[in-house]
């Protein structure tokens, strides 16, 4: 068994006890830093201001990210980009591998 200083422990409990009140990390932050830990890819996030492009059986797709960093395409409203690639394609992408924003870290 490893051993933990007693203050380390402590955090430690603090920490859980204070996510399990408060729900813990979200949904992207827990990915996020699995995608830090594992050190295989980094996927930086839609940005206000953004217009990516991306050809679908030949047709192009634009998206657009306003100021009020809401994601725009096909003159419609939508919560994530994973919703914009399932729509093109018809079946379940990431959004940010899509289009083009995941990338592979050399290793």
Do not use: C, Y
Not at 26 to 50: E, F, H, N, S, Y
Request: no cysteine; hydrophobic share 45%.
């Amino acid at each position: 068994m490893p051993r933990i200083s007693p203050s380390l422990l402590r955090l430690a409990l603090a920490w859980e006890i204070q996510a399990r009140a408060q729900g813990g990390l979200a949904r992207q932050t827990r990915q996020r830093l699995a995608q830090i830990g594992a050190a295989k890819t980094r996927t930086p996030p839609a940005r206000a201001g953004m217009r990516l492009v991306r050809e679908w059986n030949g047709q192009a797709h634009v998206v657009t990210v306003g100021k009020d960093e809401v994601i725009r395409w096909d003159g419609r409203e939508w919560r994530s980009l994973s919703e914009v690639a399932r729509a093109i394609t018809g079946t379940r992408w990431s959004g940010p591998a899509f289009f083009g924003l995941k990338k592979t870290i050399a290793a």
